[in-house]
């Protein structure tokens, strides 16, 4: 099973971008789905993550502006962007983690803000 990615791009400071990640397959005994992004020179950290009974957590530089929803019976998990700033940006990747441990990474979407 594989995660794909999409929805990153270019944006103007202030602006808003909707990622969203899919899975190729059924991925069995989901536990955790969230988003990492790595900006460059940096380590990859993690932006938002939502678990099975829905509680979500966000980085603090992030709250309020980005919300992460997941669409079950699509098998997505989705980031909405709102009022980027140029600091947010990075390569998002998805992640997906099993109660098995078993992890999944995407391939990562590039988004990119202008001042």
């Known amino acids: 099973v594989q995660l794909q990615a999409s929805g990153g791009g270019l944006v103007q400071a202030g602006g808003s971008l909707r990622l969203s990640c899919a899975a190729s397959g059924k991925i069995v005994g989901v536990n955790l789905r969230g988003w990492y992004r790595q900006a460059p020179g940096k380590e990859r950290d993690l932006v938002a993550s939502i678990v099975n009974n829905g509680i979500t957590h966000y980085e603090e530089s992030v709250k309020g502006r980005f919300t992460i929803s997941r669409d079950i019976a699509k098998n997505t998990v989705n980031l909405q962007m709102n009022s980027l700033r140029p600091e947010d940006t990075a390569v998002y990747f998805c992640?997906?983690?099993?109660?098995?441990?078993?992890?999944?990474w995407g391939q990562g979407t590039l988004v990119t803000v202008s001042s």
């Open positions: 992640y997906t983690k099993t109660v098995y441990g078993r992890e999944y």
